[in-house]
C-alpha cells in the first residue's frame, strides 16, 4: 500500500492521473511495452495463459492489508467480513495473520471451518438465518451468533437445548446514516438488519436473552454501512452504543465485555477518491470509548471490527478482452469478454471504476467511453466514463482495480457465461485458485433433462 517501484517513465501525450497507480496493488510495476505486473507477475502473460476473463489476487496485498489492520487496532478483534470474498486460500491468510471471520451462512462457515479455520474466532450474522444456518453453527461451535430480531431468541435456545449454552450478540440499529449508497447503509430504521435502538426493541431482546439461561449475551454488534469515508459516523455510533451499555448496566446490572461496531470502511476505487483513515479511526474509537465509558461509569468492553472490502478489494484485479467496440453518437461503448455475470456492483450501486489499457503502448489522444460487458441488459456496464486511449479495438486487453471485494463474491450464471478463475500472484508466481466455470459445471447440475 506504500510507494510503487516506477520501472518505466509515464509515456508522453498521457493526460495527467492517467498513469496513476495509486488504487493499484503496492506491488504494481509497470513493464514495457504498456502492461503491468503485480505481484511480480505480468498481467498480459497471465491473460494469455489462463484467458479472460479472469481475477487476479495478490496475495502480499491482502495479508498486508490484514496486518495494517492488526497494527491500528491492538487490542481490538479484527474480523474479516467473508462475504467480500471467500475461498480456502483466503482462509488461511487471514487465519495466519491472526484475523478472525465474520460469516452469514452455513456455506459460508462450513468453508471456514473445513479449510482449518478455528470456529471459535467466527461471529455469525445474518438477518434470516435458516434452521441449515443454526445447525451449522451449533454443530461445528461458532463462537458468537448475533442476533438479528426477535424471533430467533427462542429459536436459538431451543436449538441449543438442555443444558447447553450459546455466546451471542445483539445487531443494534443505532440510527445513523452513513455508507456510499441507499443500497448499502444498514444504520437505520428503516431496513431491514437489526433491532431499533430508537423504538426500544433492542432494549427489550436484550433483556430477553438476559432472562434466557441457554444464552450468554456477551455484547452488543452494530454495522451502519458500507463504503463510509469518514470517522464521525463511527463515533456517534460508538457513542448510542455505549449509552445502550449504560442502561443495561442500570437495568440489569450486567456489564456487556464485548462492542462489535461492524465493518463498512470505505476504499477508493479510482485514484483521488476519498478513503477512510484507519489509523484516525482506531485513535478516535479507542478515546472515544475510554471516554464514553468513564462518563458511563461502564468498564471497557473489548473492541471489534468488521472489515470486508478494505481488507479484500484492493488486492484484486480484473482482466478482460475488448470483444466490440461501438461508437453510437456521442457514445463510444467498449465491449469485453465478462461483465454483470462476474461484476454486478455497477448495476446495482452504480459504481464507478478506473479500467486500464494493457498490454500495449497507445500513443492516441485519451476518450471517454463506457465499457460494457456481454450480457442481454442494456444495465451491464462496468465502468461509465472511463478514461481509454482513442485508438481501443478488439483484442486488446483491460485491467480493472480494486477488483478483489463483492465481485466474484456476488458473481453470477447469467447467459451461462461462467465465472472466472481467481489466480493468486506472490513473488513472481501465479497459482489458480478458482479454476473457471464449465459449461460442464452447469449441465452436472442440470439433471432434468
Ligand atoms: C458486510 C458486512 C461487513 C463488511 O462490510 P465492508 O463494507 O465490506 O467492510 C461487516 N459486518 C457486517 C455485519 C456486514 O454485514
Redesign the pocket.
Known sequence: MGDHVVTAAVPAGLPAGADDLSVWPASTTRLPDGDLAVGGVSLSELADRFDTPAYVLDEAEVRGRCRTYRDAFPDTDVLY?A??FLSRAMVRWVREEGLGL?V?SAGELELAVTSGFPAERVVL?GNAKSPRDLEAALRLGVGRIVIDGPSEIARIAAAVGPGGRQKVMVRVVPGISAGGHDKIRTGTDDQKFGLSLADGSAQHAIARILGQPRLELTGLHC?IG??ITEVKPYLVALRRMVGLMARVHDAHGVALPELDL????GIAYRPGEPVLDLTALARRLRAGLIESCAAAGLPVPRLAV?????VAGPAGVALYRVLAVKRTGEKVFVAVDGGMSDNPRPALYGVRYAPRLIGRRSTAEPRTATVVGRHCEAGDILAADAELPGDIRPGDLLAVPVAG?YQLSMASGYNLVGRPPVIAVHEGTATTLMRRETLDDFRSRDIGG
Open positions: 467480513a462475504k467480500a465474520d452469514c450474522h454495522h458500507s463504503q461492524g465493518g463498512g470502511h468488521e472489515p470486508g472490502r478494505a471485494a
